[in-house]
């Protein structure tokens, strides 16, 4: 049950007002921290995914077929869900709070770096797991691909009416 009685105390002390100041310059700290973080990521992420479709392209992994394309593709579309959490952890959205209330300021002062804290752990785990990803479906195709031999030609020369017909025919071996 609360009290009804006013509360009464002193003059708050030197060492609590620069703790307050400190804590009040991490939370803008942080924000700008996570911020970063995200743009580091998304640009990592977008140098990795270029380096990964050309060496797909190199590899020719999808015209052999040795990897289907839906393999080949969820590194890809991991990657797309990691840039949307990252973005969002730049732009977090519209938050309405009433300009002349103390405690509106202040849950949202605290609840924003939070949801940009998760936005960015899940971006960064989405990011990561399409490097994993991209690296698997690389090492993979090349694997494969050195398993998968060409077709031979063989050469075939049958006589018919004292002329040698020749004929080159694929065989797989």
Known sequence: MVSKEPVTGGEPSTESLEWLKYCRELLQKSAADLDDKAKTYITVGSSLATTYTGAIGFLKIIDK????????????????LAIIFLARVLWPGIHL???DSVTDSQILSEKLPQEKYNRLKLGGILSLSSIGLMLFVLLLGS???????????????????????????????
């Not at 077929?65 to 839906?70: K, T």
């Not at 998968?148 to 080159?168: G, W």
């Open 65 to 80: 077929e040795i990897a289907p394309l839906w393999l080949s593709a969820i590194p890809v579309v991991m990657w797309m």
């Open 97 to 99: 709070i009433d300009p």
């Open 143 to 173: 694997w494969l691909g050195s398993l998968i031999t060409p077709p031979k030609n063989v050469q075939l020369a049958v006589l018919q009416d004292k002329q040698a017909l020749f004929a080159s025919l694929p065989i797989s071996f």
